[in-house]
């Protein structure tokens, strides 16, 4: 609970159309495990986008916010919806980089992140026409 409340304090905080969250669902595209942290604050929130609209939730938060027409789910199973990415991939690398300790431990393909991302950057894009690099999405209307 007290997730969901942090994520819709900034949800009505800062009223946004659309709230990107991390993948919810136990798996992967492919079929590979997701981990429960990835899970837990992907459910928490989805779950606070409705906490935002609900004045009788977190009332102490203020008024409440209804504005959020889409939740975009990332690397979702069911990811159905693509964007391209392209300009931005190497900041994405760069970002994913950051973490060199935590990809060292966990070795496999993450140790390469540029590796990593490219590959499912371009198995997104195939959802994409015209796209070379993209990120693909599980699209909630709310």
Do not use: C
Request: glycine letters at 8%; aromatic letters at 8%; a negative charge.
């Amino acid at each position: 609970m007290e997730l969901r409340r942090d994520i819709a304090a900034a949800i009505r905080r800062h009223r946004p159309e659309i709230v990107i969250t991390s993948n919810y669902h136990e798996t992967f595209p492919g079929g590979h495990f997701n981990m429960a942290d990835h899970r837990a604050v992907g459910l928490a929130t989805v779950d606070a986008v409705r906490d935002a609209a609900n004045r009788w939730l977190f009332p102490e938060l203020g008024e409440p916010w209804s504005g959020v027409r889409n939740v975009l789910v990332l690397a979702s199973p069911l990811s159905g919806h693509a964007v391209d990415v392209e300009e931005a991939f190497d900041r994405g690398v760069a970002s994913l980089r950051a973490h060199k300790a935590y990809l060292d431990a966990l070795g496999g393909p993450m140790a390469d992140p540029e590796t990593f991302l490219r590959g499912a950057a371009e198995e997104a894009a195939a959802r994409l026409p015209g796209s070379r690099l993209a990120t693909a999405f599980q699209v909630i209307p709310t």
